[in-house]
């Protein structure tokens, strides 16, 4: 391959080159994501190198993002998430669930015939046991908040549970799946360092913390390609690699030491995906998280509405998205989801209007504007965001300056409200109530309400919306939280940014729906095979 393919592009030659036709990055038939004429095979190690890496494999206790990556792998659970951006929620061990009519009782039938990596057959003392273990204090889970509703797990039968909630709580079945509870067997107590066996398509094999897992085929597995009739998974081991460094990653897949490379250089990929190809390696990206500004309503200047108003009308989320993401990612109108998910409530978008910002920053007292201070820490993009928005907060006469500093101080600063202003980055978000609820509530205030936003009217919607488990009847709710919100503004949504991936032309099976995490319903690495 021509080294020239990958010269990377500064972030002012991508800017002056102008808008860039986004037809020329046209999916269909590209590498990897779809098997064509072609059949999958059989066999295979595929080596993955990722920016982060897993520090221990206790299913319940150990819950960190590469954690759950490794889990994706291992275990199953009673549900399953769907593909972004809907994130409908699927059986997964469960074969259906059937709701009593006052949302308190969810009785599961489940699948038969399952067996755990070490041989035993799923059945029904196994999901109590684990849904138990995580509530347990002894295990320490940091997902126990999840299972806070629920008053008892009840066992019927082998093949059938039933779990009875205090009270109604909407998105409870968004709470069953492998980022919560992975199921393991009754009685099982897994270390760090020895995990319990799990049903999912790969076994572990190997792991030294924060460095390397490797997992192999589990020729038992229950699930079948739906396309092909093929037994799953494909491949016979998977080896995953931490490895910090963007560049280095890429290195690796040039040099042919990796098969899939996660988060290569933004720079070089928006210029493979929307200018030129890199020969022999495929690159795309997937809008996945969300990036916002959080406002402390408690101090002025921010504690004005108005002030937060004028700084929603002189910020360009385009620009924004297009210098720190080399133009990929998506906007968000006034909420943490895209227009095409279930969750989105329509809603008119401010457009970028500089005269009444300063027209609101007058009438808040500032017709001069004044000095503030971003706070942050030293995650790239969020710092590359803040110094784009600083710079067009200029434009209304707001003087900002950045502060950065480590992680565990930003969000201990944040949870006492020590600081004016921050542009954060967050995870995806998967029902209204887990993008609204632990933000804005105001219980949520020293934890995670950033923004210290406390106000009866909204409290009692989020409340609302998380009992009332009708779809049809939550969604007058959050049409009021959306409108609540933009008005209000204790946070302003900004964009989902760009979560790119990097892999070798011969990789294919990989399915388009949530990034290059491992497994989601009908898709993930149990797709994915090698042809060659």
Not at 29 to 51: D, E, H, N, Q
Not at 88 to 99: R, T
Request: aromatic letters at 14%; hydrophobic letters at 40%; proline letters at 5%.
């Amino acid at each position: 391959m021509d080294k020239d393919d990958f010269a990377g592009l500064t972030r002012r030659e991508f800017l002056q080159a102008g808008a860039v036709g986004m037809a020329g990055a046209t999916l269909a038939g590209l590498p990897g994501l779809a098997y064509g004429a072609k059949k999958p095979k059989y066999g295979g190690r595929l080596r993955v190198g990722f920016r982060f890496g897993s520090t221990g494999l206790d299913a319940h206790r150990n819950q960190d993002f590469a954690d759950y990556l490794n889990y994706c792998l291992i275990y199953g659970a009673l549900t399953e998430q769907g593909k972004l951006p809907h994130v409908e929620i699927h059986p997964m061990l469960a074969k259906s669930w059937e709701i009593s009519k006052d949302g308190r009782e969810y009785t599961f039938p489940l699948l038969e015939g399952v067996k755990f990596h070490h041989g035993k057959e799923l059945d029904s003392q196994d999901v109590k046991y684990s849904i138990e273990r995580v509530i347990n204090p002894a295990t320490r889970s940091p997902r126990a908040f999840a299972f806070r509703w629920i008053d008892s797990v009840q066992v019927i039968d082998k093949y059938h549970l039933k779990i009875k909630l205090k009270e109604p709580f909407a998105p409870f079945l968004n709470s069953l799946t492998v980022a919560t509870c992975p199921v393991i067997p009754a009685g099982w107590e897994p270390a760090a360092t020895k995990p319990a066996p799990g049903t999912g398509a790969f076994v572990f094999k190997s792991f030294v913390p924060n460095e390397t897992t490797e997992f192999t085929r589990f020729n038992q597995y229950w699930e079948t390609d739906e396309t092909t009739g093929d037994r799953l998974p494909y491949l016979d081991s998977i080896y995953l690699q931490k490895i910090v460094d963007d560049n280095v990653r890429l290195t690796g897949l040039r040099a042919g030491d990796l098969d899939i490379a996660s988060g290569p250089p933004l720079n070089i990929a928006a210029k493979a995906i929307l200018e030129k190809p890199i020969s022999g390696i495929f690159m795309d990206y997937e809008s996945v998280g969300n990036n916002w500004i959080f406002f402390n309503v408690t101090k002025p200047p921010f504690d004005n509405k108005k002030v937060r108003q004028a700084v929603a009308y002189a910020l360009d989320k385009k620009e924004i998205l297009k210098a720190v993401f080399w133009g990929l990612g998506d906007i968000v109108n006034n909420q943490p989801f895209l227009n095409l998910s279930r969750f989105y409530i329509p809603v008119q978008e401010r457009e970028v209007n500089l005269d009444k910002a300063r027209q609101l920053l007058a009438e808040a007292g500032y017709p001069n504007g004044f000095k503030t201070e971003f706070l942050g820490f030293s995650l790239n993009y969020d710092v590359a965001g803040a110094e784009v928005v600083s710079g067009q907060l200029k434009n209304i006469g707001i003087d900002a300056t950045i502060k950065v500093i480590d992680r565990a101080p930003y969000y201990s600063m944040m949870r006492r409200g020590d600081y004016s202003i921050s542009f954060r980055g967050a995870d995806e978000r998967y029902d209204w109530d887990d993008a609204y609820y632990m933000f804005f509530h105001s219980s949520e205030i020293g934890k995670n309400n950033f923004s210290r936003y406390n106000n009866k009217t909204l409290d009692d919607l989020l409340e609302k919306g998380r009992t009332t488990w009708k779809w049809e009847e939550r969604i007058p709710i959050y049409k009021k939280v959306v409108e609540h919100l933009w008005e209000e503004l204790p946070v302003l949504f900004l964009y989902k940014p760009a979560v790119g991936y990097a892999l070798q032309e011969y990789v294919k099976g990989f399915r388009k729906g949530f990034s290059t995490r491992y497994a989601w319903y009908r898709g993930g690495a149990k797709y994915w095979w090698i042809d060659k």
